[in-house]
Nanobody, 117 residues
Framework: VQLQAFGGGSVQAGGSLRLSCVAS????????MGWHRQVPGKQRELVAT???????NYQDSVKGRFTISRDNAKNTMYLQMNSLKPEDTAVHYC????????????WGKGTQVTVSS
């Protein structure tokens, strides 16, 4: 599967961005899709996930600010990011997993999100 992520950019603290991730096949073929982020020198971390059944889960630091969603007809996953903070600055990646018990096994190229104070 090919994943293409876009929508990153530079905003001031308190601003919003929406990331999109377009998949080359139906989102129903994945057990889950997720957004991850990575800061240089740190491990990549899981930000939000959405399962094939539509269940969502978030990292504590983004709960109430970020919303993950999916448009099945467009094979696209979104991450609406509101009330952005400087600590949200990172390269954001979308990924999919074929099996619920397995790792994320397909990754898109990252998109940079920069939040200035």
């Amino acid at each position: 599967v090919q994943l293409q992520a876009f929508g990153g950019g530079s905003v001031q603290a308190g601003g919003s961005l929406r990331l999109s991730c377009v998949a080359s096949r139906s989102v129903f073929s994945f057990s889950a899709m997720g957004w991850h982020r990575q800061v240089p020198g740190k491990q990549r971390e899981l930000v939000a996930t959405i399962t094939s059944g539509g269940s969502t889960n978030y990292q504590d630091s983004v709960k109430g600010r970020f919303t993950i969603s999916r448009d099945n007809a467009k094979n696209t996953m979104y991450l609406q990011m509101n009330s952005l903070k400087p600590e949200d600055t990172a390269v954001h990646y979308c990924a999919t997993k074929g099996r619920s018990w397995g790792p994320y096994d397909s990754w898109g190229k990252g998109t940079q999100v920069t939040v200035s104070s």
